[in-house]
């Protein structure tokens, strides 16, 4: 049982002071795809805890920055799961492993999938300051169908691919 996820929060880390203060984030909205059931799920900061039941049932989790970012933000909200015991396909962390550094999710979703991100996370942060949920919820889904797409290339031909300023780049990957 597979499932995806990304994370929106109500504010940056110029709001709390920089990344040093990520425990600082609060969370606006949790994307999701669960794989047993084909369907994209959202979750308000208020509604976590039917999250922290499909992250408990779940044999691997994939995302994009899910150890440096969504983790560290969720733990402060999810207090019994315990992370580090979560199997964990981070996309990021795969690339940071072989490249030597961390490149964005539109770079490698131009790169692999010819199509890129709806959007920022600044502009996840103003819909959620503005109150435009339906549109939060549209670009954090979309952030996870990404992935998803990126996941599942990777999973099908071995390998993941980046776009730079200069040329398009081939990561070799072995998931299972």
């Not at 994370?7 to 040093?20: C, V, Y």
């Not at 964005?104 to 300051?129: F, H, P």
Request: aromatic share 12%; proline share 2%.
């Amino acid at each position: 049982m597979k499932l995806v996820l990304d994370i929106e929060t109500q504010n940056s880390f110029k709001d709390i002071g920089g990344k040093a203060n990520l425990s600082l984030l609060k969370i606006s909205l949790v994307g999701a795809y669960w794989y047993p059931e084909n369907k994209f799920l959202t979750f308000m900061e208020q509604e976590l805890t039917g999250l922290e039941e499909l992250i408990k049932k779940s044999e691997l989790v994939i995302g994009y920055n899910l150890l440096g970012f969504d983790y560290p933000v969720l733990a402060n909200y999810l207090k019994n799961i315990n992370f580090s015991n979560v199997k964990t396909l981070d996309i990021l962390n795969v690339i940071d492993n072989y490249l030597g550094y961390k490149i964005k999710l539109e770079n490698v979703a131009q790169g692999t999938l010819n199509s890129g991100k709806s959007g920022t996370g600044m502009d996840a942060i103003k819909m959620w300051r503005a109150g435009q949920i339906e549109e939060l919820k549209k670009y954090c889904l979309k952030d996870v169908e990404v992935t998803k797409n990126i996941y599942e290339y990777g999973l099908q031909n071995k390998q993941i691919k980046f776009k730079s300023s200069w040329d398009t780049y081939e990561i070799p990957v072995d998931w299972h």
